[in-house]
């Protein structure tokens, strides 16, 4: 953990890090300040011999490409053997005016273990995962679970979710307050199975969230989805949320 502290040392204010030991470290640009890329340029080396030192799988950068330095803070990154890993567009939404009702669909959560077992939901996440307009991702499913573990380390049971109409399953979600805010509420991941997509659900559930995270306390919400996704983007703004910012990913792998 003193690793982990000496990174958040450096970060200032410019990053956040995502901790998901063992496999990654994630810095996510928090704005656009030009000291983001001072700071990236004067500490990269060190992050990456970190990584090394914890012997993670990757360290990954996710930029802001509206910012006067993206193309400076991008050419230094793949300089220093990082790759494009995905594009997304990143929606917000105020969830101080929003009624948080009832949800239209039964959710159950890792807490309620006799519905909804550990095994269970990760088959479920990667069913989830098959054939998503979503980047691919580099992780098993096991891997999948720690990183959840390690960045919600008192809360994965209560946030790794699935959603179900008449006892079947339709889809997972992992609806949480960020690590580090009071009240800011995120999505870890949302997807649905292969055969309920397409059937004008997505809107309905992804309305159920934000009744979840407001009764966990958030005031108001971050997603995020690929560039290429425009249906799940359709979703958001049906919802309420509006455009904040186009974000890439940079990974680099040991």
């Known amino acids: 953990m003193n690793g982990i502290k000496s990174i958040q040392s450096r970060l200032e204010k410019s990053f956040r890090l995502l901790n998901g030991l063992p496999d990654y470290l994630s810095f996510e640009e928090m704005g656009l300040d030009p000291e983001s890329f001072n700071v990236v340029k004067q500490h990269l080396q ?6 090394k030192k914890m012997n993670v799988r ?15 803070l991008r050419d ?10 995905s594009s997304k567009v990143v929606m917000c939404r105020g969830l101080s005016d929003y009624a948080a009702e009832g949800t239209k669909y039964r959710w159950h959560s890792l807490e309620d273990e006799a519905v909804l077992s550990e095994a269970m939901f990760k088959d479920l996440w990667k069913k989830c995962m098959s054939g998503s307009d979503n980047a691919k991702s580099s992780l ?3 891997e999948h679970m720690e990183s959840v573990k390690s960045e919600l380390p ?33 999505l870890f991941y949302f997807g649905l199975l292969s055969e309920e997509r397409g059937k004008g659900k997505s809107a309905d559930i992804h309305k159920d969230f934000l009744t979840l995270l407001k009764r966990m306390g958030a005031q108001f919400y971050i997603g995020s989805t690929g560039q290429a996704n425009e249906k799940m983007q359709k ?10 910012k186009t974000t890439e990913s940079y990974y680099y792998y040991y």
């Open 140 to 142: 098993s499913m096991d």
């Open 46 to 51: 060190t992050f990456i011999n970190a990584g």
């Open 154 to 186: 008192t809360s994965w049971r209560k946030s790794c979710s699935a959603v179900f109409e008449n006892n079947r399953p339709l889809g997972i979600a992992i609806p949480h307050i960020e690590p580090g805010t009071d009240n800011e509420g995120r």
């Open 58 to 72: 990757r360290i990954s950068f996710i930029i802001n490409q509206d910012s006067s330095y993206y193309q400076a």
């Open 235 to 244: 979703v958001f703004l049906k919802n309420g949320c509006r455009f904040a």
């Open 76 to 85: 230094l990154l793949i300089q220093s053997n990082f790759n494009l890993f």
